[in-house]
């Protein structure tokens, strides 16, 4: 019975080992599913990294611009108002009903003078605290285009030194010292769109208001712009004419911190687009200028009657209206090309 048994189980044995009969094990494999973005890798987390730290780069140099602007703003108005009853810093904006959509750039504050008169206004030397000219300095009348001439050639050597020499024009005209300080393409006046003076530009008029202080004559200060219009060019937006105005008086503001008499200007006019000195090209950095118009003592005398009590002069003298002399008129009338009146009445015949 045991040998039975053991032959049965030697004949199994054989059974299993035999390999057409053996039966193969099924192994079940199981893969995770494929995503639709495992083809691109990891290279779209570089690319938006990227993206990231070019957005804050970006609005890294957007506010230190705008930071720069706010602290120029700040500074100009510290010294415009130096001298001011109505506190340190203290200013008038314009109101800002129009100007470039998305601009940066703060419009220019008006330095608050309060009830006072201009001619009781503060003088400030350079150092920005206010000061007065020396009671017994003798003031410089420039009448003759020669003395014209000394002062525009003492302008001129400040421009230079300034590093501003292309910047400034003078012409000497039968009404006084023209000087036309405008932008270039490489040396710009003002900021682009605002009454803010570049650095070496608020230096050269400081420079300027000593000599300046040194004169009897008045001048005339008058702002200009180029053609190019605001994006909200509305009747109460703010416009050309508002700009040229602001800068001739943010101009006015330099002078004055550099020691010039509150009484050397006659006037401040802002003329906006209206007389260019190239008619051809709307947006040339020439057309954009502040003039300083020295008068002689015969035209600021006419302009002060002009807008004072009919009949005088403001000094309360009358005013004797005459002809003008006739040499001074045909010279003029030879150096703008213009035919002599003999001449004009022939052509009328």
Same mark, same amino acid.
């Given at each position: ?9 030697? /004949? ?6 035999? @390999? ?6 099924? *192994? ?52 415009? &108002?130096? !001298?001011?009853? %109505? ?15 998305? &601009? ?21 030397? $350079?150092?920005?605290? /206010? !000061? ?12 003759? @285009? ?29 009404? !006084? ?9 490489? $040396? ?5 769109? +605002?009454?803010? @003076? ?24 008058? !702002?200009?712009?180029?053609? =190019? ?9 703010? &416009?050309?004419?508002? =700009?040229? /105005? ?9 002078? =004055? ?6 009484? &050397?200007?006659? %006037? #401040?006019?802002?003329? /906006? ?5 190239? #008619? ?5 950095? *020439? ?14 005398? +006419? ?17 004797? #209206? ?28």
């Amino acid at each position: 019975m045991a040998a039975r048994n053991k032959s049965k189980a030697k /004949a199994g044995e054989a059974a299993v080992l035999k @390999p057409h009969e053996k039966h193969e094990q099924a *192994i079940i494999k199981r893969a995770g599913r494929k995503h639709d973005d495992d083809g691109h890798g990891g290279a779209w987390k570089v690319a938006f990294a990227d993206f990231c730290l070019a957005l804050l780069s970006l609005f890294l140099v957007l506010w230190l611009m705008a930071a720069r602007e706010q602290q120029a703003m700040k500074e100009i108005m510290m010294d415009a &108002s130096a !001298g001011s009853r %109505q506190g340190e810093g203290q200013g008038v904006m314009p109101e800002q009903k129009g100007g470039p959509r998305g &601009s940066l750039i703060e419009r220019f504050p008006m330095p608050r003078k309060g009830t006072g008169d201009t001619r009781t206004e503060g003088k400030q030397t $350079q150092d920005g605290k /206010a !000061g007065s000219a020396p009671p017994n300095q003798t003031k410089v009348s420039y009448q003759s @285009p020669e003395d014209l001439l000394s002062l525009s050639r003492a302008l001129d050597k400040l421009s230079d030194e300034a590093g501003l020499k292309s910047n400034l024009q003078s012409v000497i005209t039968p009404y !006084g010292l023209r000087v036309m300080l405008h932008d270039t393409d490489k $040396q710009g006046m003002f900021v682009r769109g +605002s009454a803010v @003076p570049t650095d070496r530009f608020r230096k050269l008029l400081r420079q300027m208001g000593p000599v300046f202080a040194q004169m009897e004559n008045q001048m005339l200060i008058v !702002g200009h712009t180029d053609s =190019l219009q605001y994006a909200n060019n509305g009747y109460e937006g703010y &416009s050309n004419w508002t =700009l040229s /105005a602001n800068r001739a008086m943010s101009a006015r503001a330099q002078l =004055l911190i550099g020691s010039m008499s509150p009484d &050397s200007v006659l %006037q #401040v006019v802002g003329m /906006a687009d209206r007389a260019p000195l190239d #008619v051809k090209n709307a947006s040339a950095g *020439i057309n954009r200028r502040i003039e300083l118009l020295i008068l002689t003592r015969g035209q600021a005398d +006419s302009i002060a009657a002009m807008f004072g009590m009919a009949g005088q002069k403001a000094q309360g003298e009358e005013l004797q #209206v005459g002809e003008p002399d006739a040499g001074t008129l045909q010279r003029l009338r030879d150096k703008l090309g213009l035919p002599a009146k003999k001449e004009r009445d022939e052509h009328a015949n």
